[in-house]
């Protein structure tokens, strides 16, 4: 399998057809002996920290970076956190954020573009913003890109930038167009997608030093089952599941809110292979958000998709 391909292997297969529609990144470094062929550590960005970090940032509120007020593209960026084995995710991992608002400012004495969220109980993390700006540095501008700082619960914090593919000031970039080395920023260039909301989307996993729940990732929807498509998307009061199972097998779909937690399970029962919908009767009291469906084969999740409940 192509590491493109790999890296996408829990989101890019499905994920396009969903209401956040989305590929996936996780950065390039040194394969682990005994780790799935491309597993491959995040990077440190050439950069580091520099000089517009502020101390002390607030925590997001509904996922939601301040300053999204202004005028700019919808961006959302989601991924999941996993150990360097790539064979387990990490919940709770503090992941702080900071860059340029859309004109290529930052916000030096307040908080504007700045914020903390953690990952999931299923190591999953999203924020929605609006797309950096670019900014000269020296003479050349900088590409669009973000900082981030991820802490694994008890372990160090990996400071590094995402980049976004397409973008024409990355090839004269001193940190965004490293290509091998420990500085190597090549797979933390994502493709930025339309969803079904005409807001941007990209995905990028984050491979990284810390102690995690095993996920099974070995063998996961390739040869067990995955998720084809939820309709409508963006959805209200009704969700369909296309999904399906490639050998007999206990399967259930679930449904889990942002913060890990599962709202419904839709269906759970021994199948046969075959194509299967599932539907989804929305209960009135249900917020509006993001929530990701997931299916289960044998009690091991091998596939999930996101969703926006409007």
């Not at 084995?85 to 930052?106: E, F, L, M, Q, R």
């Not at 963006?234 to 969700?239: E, I, V």
């Not at 679930?254 to 021994?270: D, P, Q, W, Y």
Request: hydrophobic residues 35%; proline residues 6%.
């Amino acid at each position: 399998m192509h590491k493109k391909d790999r890296r996408n292997f829990l989101k890019n297969t499905a994920l396009a057809t969903i209401g956040l529609s989305s590929t996936t990144a996780i950065a390039k470094g040194k394969a682990l002996q005994d780790n799935p062929p491309d597993c491959v550590p995040t990077t440190l960005d050439y950069f580091g920290e520099g000089p517009f970090y502020s101390d002390n940032p607030p925590a997001l509120i509904d996922n939601k970076v301040q300053g999204t007020d202004v005028g700019g593209e919808p961006l959302i960026i989601s991924g999941r956190i996993f150990d360097l084995s790539c064979n387990k995710y990490i919940p709770n991992a503090t992941i702080d954020v900071w860059h340029a608002n859309p004109s290529g400012d930052y916000d030096n004495r307040g908080f504007n573009f700045r914020g903390v969220t953690n990952s999931n109980e299923q190591g999953f993390y999203l924020f929605e913003t609006l797309k950096p700006g670019k900014y000269l540095n020296g003479s050349q501008f900088r590409p669009a890109h973000i900082h981030f700082k991820i802490t694994p619960p008890g372990f160090n914090t990996l400071t590094t930038q995402l980049y976004f593919e397409g973008d024409e000031d990355i090839p004269s970039d001193a940190a965004a167009s490293i290509d091998s080395g420990d500085f190597d920023a090549s797979q933390r260039i994502i493709p930025l997608q339309k969803n079904a909301a005409n807001q941007l989307e990209g995905t990028w996993d984050i491979v990284i030093n810390g102690e995690g729940l095993p996920v099974g990732i070995n063998d996961l929807h390739i040869d067990k089952g995955m998720i084809y498509e939820l309709l409508p998307t963006p959805f209200s009061n009704q969700l369909t599941i296309k999904y399906g199972v490639f050998k007999k097998a206990k399967v259930s779909i679930s449904v889990f809110n942002i913060i890990g937690k599962r709202v419904s399970e839709l269906t759970s029962a021994t199948m046969a292979p075959g194509k299967y919908e599932a539907f989804w009767e929305v209960p009135d009291t249900l917020t509006k958000g993001h929530y990701f469906v997931s299916l289960s084969i044998n009690d091991l999740q091998v596939h999930y998709l996101k969703a926006i409940k409007q």
